[in-house]
C-alpha cells in the first residue's frame, strides 16, 4: 500500500521524437507498444430467430437484462409482502385476512426473496453480465451457452420458489433462516411442500449460479482484453468478481445444509434432528444436532451478506469517481479492502449465532474476526469521502445516491460493530435492532447504489437519458423515507420489541411504541410506492427521454467506448479495444479534457501528469 | 484459445505416472494395513491423516498435474482451504461440546 | 501443463513468476485453456460441497451419544469363509485408482495426438467407473438387506446410515456423470473431433485435446474424495 503514498507516482508521459501531440496511427511509437494478444479472438454464435436472440439468447448482455427484469420482479413481491406486514405491524388487524401463520410465511418469503433472488441476482446476474465483458474488453463471457443455461435455472428456481404459495400449508414460514428443528416441524406454517419446495429452489439457485459464476470469474482472469490488468479494471469488476469468489465458495454450504434439510423432512433422516417430545410422545427423530445447521447455514450466510456488499462498493466507487471528476482515492487500498474483507468473511460467521448455545469459546474467536473486518470496512469509506473531497462534484441523481448509500451504510455498520461484541449482542439479538441494522447496511444501502447504478448505466442499456426530475424527487423520498422506516427501529430494539413477532399485544413497555409503529408503517407505505416513480420513468424515458449519445457522462471506462451505443452483440465491432491506464484518469493536470479514456494510448497525452497504472 | 494449442504440448514421460500409479497402490495398502492391524488412538489417527494426505498430494501434484502448473493457479486453489481448515477445526471442538452438554444435562444433571 | 510460449511474455519461476503473471495483463493463468481455468475452480467449489459433508458428518458423529458402528465390522466381506474387514472397500479403491492411472495416460496420449491410444485409455476409464458404481451398488444393497436405512440403523446411531448414504450416494452420482462423460468423449475422441478442431454440441469453441485433460481433472477429483472418504468413513 505504499504505493498510494509514492511521492514519484506521476510520470511525464513522453512523446517519442517524431510525433508530437495526437499520436498518428499506424507508427505507433515505443510507449504505446501492447504486447500481442495471447488468446484467439472469440468465436461467437449470433441468433437469428426472435428465440435465440432474446429468449434463450447467448448475449451476456441481453442475459443481465434478463436476470435484471426478473430479479426485479420477484423483488417486487419481496416489497408487497413488506407492505403486507407493516401493515399489520402498524394497524394490527388492519389487513383482514392476516394470521400469524401468514405473517411468518411473509417475513420467510421476504427476506429470502430480497437477500437471495433479488439482491444477489440481481448485483451479479444482472450487473455482472452486462458490465464485465464490456469492462475487461471481452466479446462475451467466455462460456455463452451455460451463462444462458445459468439465467434458466434461476427463472425456474424462482418458479418453484413462488410456486409454493400455492401448495397445501403455503410457504415455509421459518424465517429466512430456516432453522430447524421448528422449519419441518408441525405446527411451523409451511413445514410440509413449503420448505421442500424452498430447499428445492435454493438447490436450484445454487446449481444455476455455479454456471454464471464461472463464467464471470474465468472472464476476469481468462479474457480481458490486451493491457487490462487487473489493477487497471474499474473497482465494479473487482467488486463483482470478489464476490463471485465468494459465491462460489460459500453457496456449497447452503446447498449441503439445504439437501441435508430435504432429507430430514422428506427420508425422516435426523440430520438436524434432535430427541423430540411433542405432546408427551417422543418424535421418529433423534440424536441430530440442530446447531450444525447453523453452521452450515452462516458459513453461507455471513459471505452472502458480502456478496451483496462488494458489487455495491465497487459499484458506488466508480460512480463516486465519475461524478466527482476525480480519481478514486487509494485505488489499490480499495481493491486490496475488497479482497480481504472476503477473505475475512469465511471466518467470521458464528457471530450471528451468539445466542445459539455453540461452544462458549467462539465468541472470543468470532468477535475478534469481526471487529477485525471493521478496518478495511472503514478504510473503503474514507477513501469515498477522499474521492469526494475537492472534487468536481456534479450534484445529480446519480450523486445523490452515492451520497445517500455513504450514509446509510455508515450508519448499518457502526451498529454492527454494536452486535458484533457478545455482550452487547446477548440483549439486542432478535429485537427490532437487528432488523434496523441489516436493514440498513444489506437492504437499503445496496439499493441505494442499485439505484445510483440505473441511472448511470441506463443510458447505456437504453441509449436515452432517465428524467433527472423525477429521479430527484424518487431519490429523496426514498431516502428520507427509509431513514424515517429504519432509525426509529434501533429505539424499538433497545426498548426491546422482538422480531419476527406478528403483535405485540398489550405488553405495557411496548404499547409505548404503538405511535412509532404506526409512524413506520406509514413510511414503508410511501417508500414503497415512491419505487414506481423509477418504474415510471424507465418506461417513459425508454421512448421520450433525451438521447443519451456517446458516453454522456465522460467516462473512462470500455462500457462507454464501444463503437455503438447501445453495444452491440459482440461488443467491439472488428478490433478489440487496446487499454493503456486505469479507468481513474479525471482531471489530470494538462490535459485537454477532464478525462482521458482507457483506450488513449500515451502519445496522445503527451506532457500530461497520469497515474502510472 | 484453441489456436495456441495446436502445436504439440511437450508431455511427460510414461515413467513418472507409472511411479505415482505404483505409488498410490502402495499408500492405499497401508492404509488398509491401519484398519487391519487394528492400531488405535493417536496412531490410527496420524497414520490415517499421514496416508491420507500423502495420497492426496500424490494425485493432485502428478496426475492432475499441479506440481508443473504455475504458482498463479496452485496458490489460487489452496489458499481457500483455510477456510474449510478454520471450519474444521472449530467443528471439532463444537462436536465435543454438544457432546459434552448432552452427556452433562441429560445424564449426570438428569439423575 | 507446461509452460507454453507467450509472444512477448517472460516467464519468471516461483512467487516472482506469481506476482508477475497475476500483475500482467489478459490472463492470469498464463497459457491456461479457458475451459481448464473453469472446470479448476469448478471442482474449487466441489471441494467446499464434499467438505461440508464431511465436517457435518464429523460433527454429527461426534456429538451422538448413541454407539457408532464399528465401520471394519459393518463392512467386512466373507471371503471363503472368513469375515475379511473392508474387502469391498479395498477393492474398490483399487479399482478407482486404477482408471485414475488410466486417465492420466489418457491425457498424456491425447497430448501426444496418439488418437487412438488416448480412446482406449478413456474407455478403460469408464469401464473402471462402471466397475466403482456396480461394487457401490453392491456395497448399499448389502446394507439394506442388513437393515441400514437412511432414517435407522439395526448396529447404532441412526445417523450413520444417513450420513453413509448421502455422501456415498453424492460420490456415486458424480462417478456417474463422470462414467457418462468418458464414454462421450471416447466417441469424440475416436471420431477424430479433436483432431481436426470440430466444434463441440453446446459451444463454439473448436474441439482440443485439452479437453481429455479437464475431463481429466474431474476424474482424478473423484478418486481424490474417495481418498478422503476412505479415510474418514471406513478407517475412522
Ligand atoms: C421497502 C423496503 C423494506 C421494508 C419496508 C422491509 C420490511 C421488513 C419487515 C417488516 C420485516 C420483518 C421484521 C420482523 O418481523 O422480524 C423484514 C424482514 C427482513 N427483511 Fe426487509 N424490508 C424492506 C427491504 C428489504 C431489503 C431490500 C432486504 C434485502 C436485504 C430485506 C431483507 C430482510 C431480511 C433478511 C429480513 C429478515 C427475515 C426474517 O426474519 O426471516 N428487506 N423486512
Ligand atoms: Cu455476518
Request: hydrophobic letters at 50%; glycine letters at 10%; one cysteine or more.
Amino acid at each position: 500500500m505504499s504505493e498510494d503514498f509514492n511521492d514519484n507516482k506521476t510520470i511525464q508521459a513522453q512523446s517519442s521524437e517524431t510525433i508530437s501531440g495526437e499520436g498518428v496511427r499506424g507508427v505507433a511509437p515505443d510507449k504505446d507498444y501492447v504486447r500481442p494478444a495471447e488468446v484467439a479472438d472469440q468465436d461467437l454464435y449470433h441468433g437469428h430467430s426472435f428465440i435465440t436472440k432474446w429468449i434463450f439468447c447467448q448475449d451476456a448482455k441481453v442475459i443481465g437484462v434478463q436476470y435484471f427484469l426478473l430479479a426485479t420482479f420477484t423483488g417486487i413481491i419481496g416489497l408487497i409482502l413488506s407492505w403486507l406486514m407493516r401493515l399489520q405491524l402498524g394497524f394490527p388487524g388492519a389487513a383482514g385476512f392476516m394470521t400469524a401463520e401468514h405473517y411468518y410465511q411473509f417475513v420467510t418469503m421476504h427476506g429470502m426473496i430480497m437477500v437471495v433472488y433479488f439482491l444477489t441476482a440481481l448485483f451479479l446476474g444482472g450487473f455482472g453480465n452486462y458490465l464485465i465483458p464490456l469492462m475487461v474488453g471481452a466479446r462475451d463471457m467466455v462460456f455463452p451457452y451455460v451463462n444462458m443455461v445459468s439465467f434458466w435455472m434461476f427463472f425456474v428456481a424462482v418458479g418453484v420458489l413462488l410456486a409454493s404459495f400455492f401448495v397445501p400449508g403455503g410457504p415455509t414460514g421459518s424465517g429466512w433462516t430456516l432453522y430447524p428443528p421448528q422449519a419441518i416441524l408441525e405446527g411451523t406454517p409451511g413445514s410440509g411442500m413449503g420448505i421442500i419446495l424452498m430447499c428445492v429452489s435454493l438447490i436450484l439457485f445454487v446449481a444455476g449460479f455455479t454456471m454464471g459464476g464461472l463464467n464471470y470469474l474465468i472472464t476476469v482472469l481468462q479474457a480481458r482484453t490486451r493491457g487490462m490488468t487487473l489493477m487497471r479494471m474499474p473497482l465494479t469488476v473487482w467488486g463483482i468478481f470478489t464476490a463471485t469468489v465468494l459465491a462460489m465458495l460459500a453457496f456449497p454450504a447452503l446447498l449441503v445444509s439445504a439437501l441435508m434439510m430435504t432429507l430430514d423432512k422428506v427420508l425422516a433422516t435426523s440430520f438436524f434432528m434432535p430427541t423430540i417430545l411433542k405432546a408427551g410422545e417422543v418424535l421418529e427423530y433423534g440424536g441430530g444436532t440442530p446447531i450444525l445447521f447453523q453452521h452450515l447455514f452462516w458459513f453461507f450466510g455471513h459471505p452472502e451478506v458480502y456478496i451483496v456488499a462488494l458489487p455495491a462498493f465497487g459499484i458506488v466507487s466508480d460512480l463516486i469517481s465519475v461524478h466527482s471528476r476525480k480519481n478514486i482515492f487509494g485505488y489499490r487500498m480499495m481493491v486490496w479492502a475488497i479482497v480481504i474483507i472476503g477473505a475475512l468473511s469465511f471466518f467470521v460467521w458464528a457471530h450471528h449465532m451468539y445466542v445459539s448455545g455453540m461452544h462458549p469459546w467462539f465468541g472470543f474467536f468470532f468477535a475478534t474476526t469481526t471487529l477485525i473486518i471493521a478496518v478495511p470496512t472503514a478504510m473503503k469509506v474514507y477513501n469515498w469521502i477522499l474521492t469526494l473531497w475537492k472534487g468536481n462534484i456534479r450534484l445529480n441523481t446519480v450523486m445523490l445516491w452515492c451520497l445517500g448509500f455513504i450514509v446509510t451504510f455508515v450508519n448499518g455498520g457502526i451498529t454492527g460493530i454494536f452486535l458484533g461484541n457478545v455482550t452487547v449482542d446477548v440483549p439486542l439479538s432478535d429485537t427490532y435492532f437487528v432488523v434496523a441494522h441489516f436493514h440498513m447496511v444489506m437492504g437499503i444501502a445496496p439499493l441505494m447504489v442499485i439505484m445510483g447504478a440505473v441511472y448511470h448505466w441506463f443510458p447505456l442499456v437504453a441509449g436515452r437519458m432517465l428524467s433527472e426530475k423525477l429521479g430527484k424527487l424518487h431519490f429523496w423520498i426514498t431516502f428520507l423515507g427509509a431513514y424515517s422506516i429504519y432509525f426509529p427501529m434501533h429505539y424499538l430494539g433497545f426498548i426491546g420489541v422482538p422480531r419476527r413477532y406478528f403483535e405485540m399485544y398489550n405488553s405495557p413497555y411496548i404499547t409505548s411504541a404503538v405511535g412509532v409503529n404506526e409512524f413506520i408503517s406509514m413510511a414503508a407505505f410511501l417508500v414503497g410506492a415512491a419505487q414506481f416513480i423509477l418504474i415510471y420513468n424507465i418506461i417513459v424515458s425508454l421512448r421520450m427521454g433525451k438521447p443519451a449519445g456517446k458516453n454522456p457522462w465522460q467516462a473512462n471506462s470500455l462500457e462507454w467506448l464501444t463503437p455503438t451505443v447501445p453495444p452491440e452483440h459482440g461488443n467491439w465491432g472488428d478490433k478489440l479495444p487496446v487499454i493503456h491506464r486505469w479507468p481513474y484518469d479525471y482531471s489530470v493536470p494538462g490535459a485537454k479534457d477532464d478525462f482521458i479514456p482507457q483506450t488513449t494510448p500515451p502519445s496522445e497525452v503527451a506532457g500530461t501528469e497520469v497515474e502510472k497504472t | 484459445m484453441s489456436e495456441i494449442k495446436k502445436e504439440q504440448t511437450t508431455t511427460h514421460k510414461i515413467g513418472i505416472y507409472l511411479w505415482i500409479w505404483g505409488l498410490l497402490f502402495v499408500l492405499s495398502f497401508f492404509s488398509y494395513m491401519v484398519d487391519w492391524y487394528q492400531f488405535q488412538g493417536l496412531l490410527r489417527w496420524s497414520l490415517i491423516l499421514l496416508f491420507m494426505f500423502l495420497k492426496a498430494g500424490l494425485i493432485m501434484a502428478f496426475f492432475m498435474h499441479l506440481f508443473w502448473e504455475r504458482y498463479a493457479l496452485v496458490n489460487v486453489l489452496l489458499w481457500p482451504m483455510t477456510a474449510i481448515a478454520c471450519f474444521v477445526g472449530l467443528m471439532v471442538a463444537e462436536g465435543k461440546y454438544t457432546l459434552f452438554s448432552r452427556l452433562f444435562y441429560f445424564f449426570v444433571g438428569g439423575q | 501443463m507446461s509452460e507454453p510460449k507467450i509472444e512477448g511474455y517472460k516467464f519468471k519461476p516461483g512467487y516472482s513468476g506469481m506476482a508477475a503473471d497475476t500483475a500482467s495483463d489478459q490472463t492470469m493463468f498464463k497459457g491456461v485453456h479457458w475451459g481448464k481455468a473453469m472446470m479448476w475452480i469448478f471442482l474449487l467449489s466441489d471441494t467446499f460441497i464434499f467438505s461440508c459433508f464431511l465436517i457435518s458428518y464429523m460433527k454429527g458423529r461426534g456429538s451422538t451419544p448413541e454407539e457408532w458402528p464399528n465401520p471394519s465390522e459393518v463392512f467386512a466381506l466373507n471371503a471363503f469363509g472368513v469375515p475379511v474387514p473392508l474387502l469391498l472397500i479395498a477393492i474398490m479403491t483399487f479399482v478407482l485408482i486404477t482408471s485414475s492411472g488410466t486417465m492420466a495416460l489418457a491425457v498424456k496420449y491425447g497430448y501426444e495426438r496418439n488418437r487412438k491410444m488416448c480412446g482406449w485409455l478413456i474407455l478403460a476409464t469408464a469401464l473402471g467407473g462402471l466397475t466403482f458404481v456396480g461394487m457401490q451398488a453392491f456395497e448399499w444393497s448389502k446394507l439394506i438387506h442388513e437393515g441400514v436405512r437412511p432414517w435407522e440403523n439395526p448396529f447404532g446411531a441412526p445417523q450413520f446410515g444417513s450420513f453413509f448414504f448421502m455422501i456415498t450416494g453424492f460420490h456415486g452420482t458424480h462417478v456417474s456423470i463422470g462414467v457418462i462423460f468418458l464414454f462421450i468423449y471416447a466417441y469424440k475422441t475416436f471420431a477424430g473431433h479433436y483432431d481436426e478442431g470440430k466444434r463441440g454440441w453446446f459451444t463454439s469453441m473448436k474441439g482440443d485435446y485439452v479437453e481429455i485433460e479437464i475431463l481429466g481433472l474431474y476424474w482424478h477429483f473423484v478418486d481424490l474424495v474417495w481418498v478422503f472418504i476412505f479415510a474418514f468413513f471406513y478407517l475412522w
